[in-house]
C-alpha cells in the first residue's frame, strides 16, 4: 500500500515516532554544554596546507540552514527554527531581519525555513524551500513548499508559492537547493524514514518524497525529465530511492551532479546523480536502523546505484561543496562536507576532506574543524575563492577558511 495513503492510526503512530527521536535528541544535545562562540579568528592545523585561519564573519545566527551570495557581496542566510532570513553585508550581519517570508511551520524538530538559491540570471530572484503546515483528510500536518520572490531594497516582494510536494511530511524532510547550467532547479526531498514508517516513500511514485526533482525556474515539470514520458513517477522527479538529501554541488570540471544523503545509523552516502536512476532506499542500503538491526537484506542490488561515497559511522553530512579556488592549491578538485555530529555523539561535527585520484576514486579523507565542537550544516565556496562555513547551533556562525600568510 502507498504510504500517501497511510491510516491514521499509522500516521498518529509516526508521529509519536518522531516526537520521541526528537525528545531523545534533545536531552542528548541539553546534557552537553553549548559549543563555545567563535568570536576570533582561530589558527588551525590541517594535513596537507599545515594551517588555515578561520576567520568568524557573522555570529549569533539562530539554527543557520543554507546560504547564497550576491554579486554585490552580500550573503543571504537562512535560520530554520525562525522562519527568518538574514543578510550579512560588508562583512557584517544586519540586525534586521529581511521581511517577506512566506509563514514557515518550526514546531516540531527540524521543520522550518531551509534552502535559499538565487536564479543564475538575476540574483534578486530568490528561491526558499520551507515546511508549511497544511490540512490532510481533515488532519493538521505538514508539506515540504517552494517559494519564488523579488529582492528589492531589502525586502521580498512578488511572493508567490510555486511548488508544493505531493504527500504528507510526517517525518520532517530536508530540501535543497540547486541551479544547473540550463538554469534548471534541482530540489531535494527527503522524509523517507523506516523508523518513521515513511521508508517507502523513496519508491512511491505517487509521492515527492524520497526523490531528487528537476524543475523549471517556475515550479513546474520540465518536458525533457526522464518520466514525463513513461508516468512511471511523478513528472517532476530526476531520481528516486532517496532517504533524506541535505547537500547539492556540481562538480566544477565534470559537471556531475554530487548529492549527499543521510543514513539512520552508518550508510551516509554521497552520490553522483544520473537522471531517472534509482539509489535503493531502503532496499538496498549499508544502513543500520536506530534500533541496530540492518535497513535491507543486502547493502547493493545490481539494479540500483551504488553510492560513490560511504560513511561508517555516519557523519551526518549535510552541505557539499567541491574547492576550485586558488587560495589552497593542494585543495583543489577536493570534496568538502558539512558533518552535523558522528556516529549520533553530540559536539561532533566537523568538516569532512575528500581527496580523490585522477580516476574519481577516493584516496583519503581528512576531518577539518574538529575542535569547534560546532554541527557544519552547510559549505560553499565564496565568489571570492575561499571556503565559507556555516555552523547549526543555536548560536551559530558564518566562517571564511582562509590560508595563513
Same mark, same amino acid.
Given at each position: 500500500?502507498?504510504l500517501?495513503?497511510?491510516?491514521?492510526?499509522?500516521? $498518529?503512530?509516526? *508521529?509519536?515516532?518522531?516526537?520521541?527521536?526528537?525528545?531523545?535528541?534533545?536531552?542528548? @544535545?541539553?546534557?552537553?554544554?553549548a559549543?563555545?562562540?567563535i568570536t576570533?579568528?582561530?589558527?588551525?592545523?590541517?594535513?596537507?596546507?599545515? @594551517?588555515?585561519?578561520?576567520?568568524?564573519?557573522?555570529?549569533? %545566527?539562530a539554527?543557520?540552514?543554507?546560504m547564497?551570495?550576491?554579486?554585490?557581496?552580500?550573503? =543571504?542566510?537562512?535560520?530554520?527554527?525562525?522562519?527568518? %532570513?538574514? =543578510?550579512?553585508?560588508?562583512?557584517?550581519?544586519?540586525?534586521?531581519?529581511?521581511?517577506?517570508?512566506?509563514?514557515v511551520?518550526?514546531e516540531?524538530?527540524?521543520?522550518?525555513?531551509?534552502?535559499?538559491? &538565487?536564479?543564475?540570471?538575476?540574483? @534578486?530572484?530568490?528561491?526558499?524551500?520551507y515546511?508549511?503546515?497544511?490540512?490532510?483528510e481533515?488532519?493538521? /500536518? @505538514?508539506?515540504?513548499? %517552494?517559494?519564488?520572490?523579488?529582492?528589492?531594497?531589502?525586502?521580498?516582494?512578488?511572493?508567490?508559492?510555486?511548488?508544493?510536494?505531493?504527500g504528507?511530511?510526517?517525518?520532517?524532510?530536508?530540501?535543497?537547493?540547486?541551479?544547473?547550467?540550463?538554469n534548471?532547479?534541482?530540489?531535494?526531498?527527503?522524509? *523517507?524514514?523506516?523508523?518513521?514508517?515513511?521508508?517507502?516513500?523513496?519508491?512511491?511514485?505517487?509521492?515527492?518524497?524520497g526523490?531528487?526533482?528537476?524543475l523549471?525556474?517556475d515550479?513546474?515539470?520540465?518536458?525533457?525529465?526522464p518520466?514525463?514520458?513513461?508516468?512511471?513517477?511523478?513528472?517532476?522527479?530526476?531520481?528516486v530511492?532517496?532517504?533524506?538529501? &541535505?547537500? =547539492?554541488?556540481?562538480?566544477?570540471?565534470?559537471?556531475a551532479?554530487?548529492?549527499?544523503?543521510?543514513?539512520p545509523?552508518?550508510?551516509?552516502?554521497?552520490?553522483?546523480i544520473?537522471?531517472?536512476?534509482?539509489?535503493?532506499?531502503?532496499?538496498?542500503?549499508? /544502513?543500520?536502523q536506530?534500533?541496530?538491526?540492518?535497513? *535491507?537484506?543486502?547493502?547493493?542490488?545490481?539494479?540500483?546505484?551504488?553510492p560513490?561515497?560511504?560513511?561508517?559511522?555516519s557523519?551526518?553530512?549535510?552541505?557539499?561543496?567541491f574547492?576550485s579556488?586558488?587560495? $589552497?592549491?593542494a585543495?583543489?578538485g577536493?570534496?568538502?562536507?558539512?558533518?552535523?555530529?558522528?556516529?549520533?555523539l553530540?559536539?561532533?561535527?566537523?568538516?569532512?576532506?575528500?581527496?580523490?585520484?585522477?580516476?574519481?576514486?577516493?584516496?583519503?579523507?581528512e576531518?577539518?574543524?574538529r575542535?569547534?565542537?560546532?554541527?557544519?550544516?552547510?559549505?560553499?565556496?565564496g565568489?571570492d575563492?575561499y571556503?565559507?562555513?556555516?555552523t547549526?547551533?543555536?548560536d551559530?556562525?558564518l566562517?571564511?577558511?582562509?590560508?595563513?600568510?
Amino acid at each position: 500500500m502507498s504510504l500517501h495513503l497511510i491510516s491514521r492510526p499509522l500516521r $498518529f503512530f509516526s *508521529s509519536l515516532i518522531i516526537l520521541f527521536m526528537s525528545g531523545v535528541t534533545a536531552q542528548a @544535545q541539553n546534557t552537553n554544554p553549548a559549543p563555545p562562540s567563535i568570536t576570533e579568528p582561530l589558527i588551525l592545523n590541517t594535513f596537507e596546507v599545515e @594551517q588555515i585561519k578561520l576567520v568568524p564573519i557573522a555570529t549569533g %545566527l539562530a539554527n543557520p540552514w543554507g546560504m547564497a551570495f550576491r554579486d554585490n557581496g552580500d550573503i =543571504l542566510i537562512t535560520e530554520r527554527y525562525s522562519g527568518k %532570513l538574514r =543578510l550579512v553585508r560588508d562583512g557584517k550581519l544586519v540586525e534586521k531581519d529581511i521581511p517577506g517570508v512566506p509563514e514557515v511551520y518550526s514546531e516540531v524538530f527540524r521543520a522550518g525555513l531551509m534552502a535559499v538559491a &538565487l536564479h543564475p540570471d538575476d540574483d @534578486q530572484v530568490v528561491y526558499l524551500t520551507y515546511t508549511k503546515a497544511i490540512m490532510h483528510e481533515g488532519e493538521p /500536518s @505538514q508539506a515540504v513548499a %517552494l517559494a519564488r520572490a523579488r529582492l528589492v531594497e531589502d525586502k521580498l516582494t512578488e511572493v508567490e508559492e510555486i511548488f508544493v510536494a505531493k504527500g504528507v511530511d510526517s517525518a520532517i524532510a530536508a530540501a535543497a537547493l540547486l541551479f544547473t547550467p540550463d538554469n534548471k532547479l534541482m530540489m531535494s526531498v527527503g522524509g *523517507s524514514y523506516v523508523f518513521a514508517a515513511t521508508g517507502e516513500y523513496a519508491q512511491d511514485p505517487a509521492v515527492h518524497y524520497g526523490k531528487l526533482l528537476r524543475l523549471n525556474a517556475d515550479g513546474t515539470a520540465p518536458d525533457d525529465n526522464p518520466f514525463v514520458a513513461s508516468g512511471e513517477y511523478l513528472p517532476e522527479v530526476y531520481s528516486v530511492g532517496h532517504r533524506n538529501q &541535505l547537500g =547539492l554541488a556540481l562538480h566544477p570540471e565534470t559537471g556531475a551532479l554530487w548529492a549527499s544523503e543521510n543514513g539512520p545509523q552508518g550508510g551516509d552516502e554521497a552520490n553522483i546523480i544520473l537522471p531517472g536512476k534509482n539509489y535503493g532506499w531502503p532496499l538496498a542500503s549499508y /544502513s543500520r536502523q536506530y534500533r541496530g538491526d540492518w535497513v *535491507s537484506q543486502t547493502p547493493w542490488l545490481a539494479e540500483y546505484e551504488n553510492p560513490t561515497v560511504l560513511w561508517w559511522p555516519s557523519i551526518a553530512p549535510a552541505g557539499l561543496t567541491f574547492y576550485s579556488g586558488e587560495h $589552497f592549491p593542494a585543495w583543489q578538485g577536493n570534496l568538502f562536507v558539512g558533518s552535523m555530529m558522528e556516529g549520533r555523539l553530540p559536539g561532533t561535527g566537523h568538516l569532512e576532506r575528500i581527496v580523490f585520484n585522477s580516476r574519481g576514486e577516493e584516496i583519503r579523507r581528512e576531518g577539518l574543524l574538529r575542535e569547534l565542537n560546532h554541527r557544519v550544516r552547510d559549505v560553499q565556496q565564496g565568489p571570492d575563492g575561499y571556503l565559507y562555513v556555516l555552523t547549526d547551533e543555536a548560536d551559530g556562525a558564518l566562517l571564511r577558511i582562509e590560508p595563513v600568510e
